[in-house]
């Protein structure tokens, strides 16, 4: 389906669907009267222009959160463009067409699925979906949902019920209004920052060489890195290459070692601790369970 083509799924049924308004939505995730699971969670990164016209009826949440590259989202009443750092979160039963054939960057994005049951029937919000700019304080909270897959715990089930309300509380803050922090990066220096970056992935970056880089101070930079991306600047860097080697490890004929070597790593010992502390596993048992 990563292609240029257009996939089309028709629909084999109906999703039947409880609409709440968002406060009741989000009390009833809280309650624990709700059965929450998380379905599917994934950080692909699609090395081509991609379409996909998604006709069908999905019964579950959906949550993209575009890292990097630029993607349309066509919805019955129009299209989005959503822009790096940006959110889109689906509802249950709403068809949808992503399109990302016209930026020069590979689309990066971030997303999972899960499912929020009451009485049989999927709870939902009465909006089709929500946009959210400035959703860069999720990237964390995305990145502990798709390693809660890989990982077996009696609390397995209380830690997916409190991503997803973490994740929708914010996307549900956000959206009701302008943002009220202070200033933050603008999506033209998201997206540069970003490319830069990920063309330097296997260089020794620093906050000090982004700031100049972009013209202002460490201190500053440093500031309104963290208000843009919800992460310090180094700390965002080193998921920033942990993203990259989870789709490396998806080439099988690919050593460790050599993708520690790709992402900058003088030892591969060093780039399976980071990657540890990040996934919760180690890359070998990453490829094995996925």
Same mark, same amino acid.
């Given at each position: 389906?990563?292609?240029?083509?257009? #996939? +089309?799924?028709?629909?084999?049924?109906?999703?039947?669907?409880?609409?709440? !308004?968002?406060?009741?939505?989000?009390?009833?995730? $809280?309650?624990?009267?709700?059965?929450?699971?998380?379905?599917? #969670? =994934?950080?692909?990164?699609?090395?081509? !222009?991609?379409?996909?016209? $998604?006709?069908?009826?999905?019964?579950? /949440?959906?949550?993209?959160?575009?890292? =990097? =590259?630029?993607?349309?989202?066509?919805?019955? /009443?129009?299209?989005?463009?959503?822009?790096?750092? *940006?959110?889109?979160?689906?509802?249950?039963?709403?068809?949808?067409?992503?399109?990302?054939?016209?930026?020069?960057?590979?689309?990066? @994005?971030?997303? @999972?699925?899960?499912?929020?049951?009451?009485?049989? +029937?999927?709870?939902? %919000? #009465?909006?089709?979906?929500?946009?959210?700019?400035?959703?860069?304080? %999720?990237?964390? !909270?995305?990145? %502990?949902?798709?390693?809660?897959?890989?990982?077996?715990?009696?609390? /397995?089930?209380?830690?997916?019920?409190?991503? &997803?309300?973490?994740?929708?509380?914010? #996307?549900?803050?956000? *959206?009701? =209004? !302008?943002?009220?922090?202070?200033?933050?990066?603008?999506?033209?220096?998201?997206?540069?920052?970003? +490319?830069?970056?990920?063309? +330097?992935?296997?260089?020794?970056?620093?906050?000090?060489?982004?700031?100049?880089?972009?013209?202002?101070?460490?201190?500053?930079?440093?500031?309104?890195?963290?208000?843009?991306?919800?992460? *310090?600047?180094?700390?965002?860097?080193?998921?920033?290459?942990?993203?990259?080697? &989870?789709?490396?490890?998806?080439?099988?004929? $690919?050593?460790?070692?050599?993708?520690?070597?790709?992402?900058?790593?003088?030892? /591969?010992?060093?780039?399976?601790?980071?990657?540890?502390?990040?996934?919760?596993? *180690?890359?070998?048992?990453?490829?094995?369970?996925?």
């Amino acid at each position: 389906m990563h292609s240029m083509g257009v #996939a +089309r799924i028709m629909a084999r049924r109906k999703t039947a669907c409880l609409k709440r !308004p968002a406060q009741a939505w989000l009390d009833a995730v $809280l309650s624990g009267r709700t059965a929450v699971s998380l379905v599917h #969670a =994934g950080h692909p990164l699609y090395a081509e !222009p991609f379409a996909y016209d $998604l006709r069908r009826t999905i019964p579950h /949440h959906l949550i993209y959160l575009v890292l =990097g =590259g630029a993607c349309r989202f066509t919805f019955a /009443h129009g299209t989005e463009r959503v822009d790096p750092v *940006s959110l889109v979160w689906v509802m249950p039963g709403v068809s949808y067409e992503i399109d990302a054939t016209d930026d020069m960057m590979p689309a990066d @994005i971030s997303d @999972i699925r899960f499912s929020v049951r009451e009485d049989d +029937r999927e709870l939902r %919000l #009465a909006e089709d979906f929500l946009h959210v700019r400035q959703a860069g304080r %999720l990237i964390e !909270p995305m990145e %502990l949902a798709v390693s809660e897959l890989t990982v077996s715990s009696p609390f /397995h089930a209380a830690r997916v019920r409190a991503l &997803v309300a973490l994740v929708c509380s914010y #996307a549900l803050d956000r *959206s009701e =209004g !302008p943002a009220r922090d202070q200033a933050r990066f603008n999506n033209a220096q998201q997206t540069w920052l970003l +490319r830069y970056v990920d063309k +330097r992935i296997d260089q020794r970056l620093n906050s000090a060489l982004l700031a100049q880089k972009m013209g202002f101070s460490r201190d500053y930079f440093a500031r309104v890195f963290r208000r843009t991306f919800g992460l *310090s600047p180094r700390v965002w860097l080193k998921r920033r290459r942990m993203q990259r080697a &989870v789709t490396l490890l998806l080439q099988p004929r $690919l050593r460790v070692a050599e993708i520690a070597r790709r992402l900058g790593y003088d030892s /591969h010992h060093l780039f399976s601790r980071q990657f540890k502390q990040v996934y919760r596993c *180690s890359p070998m048992e990453w490829r094995r369970k996925t």
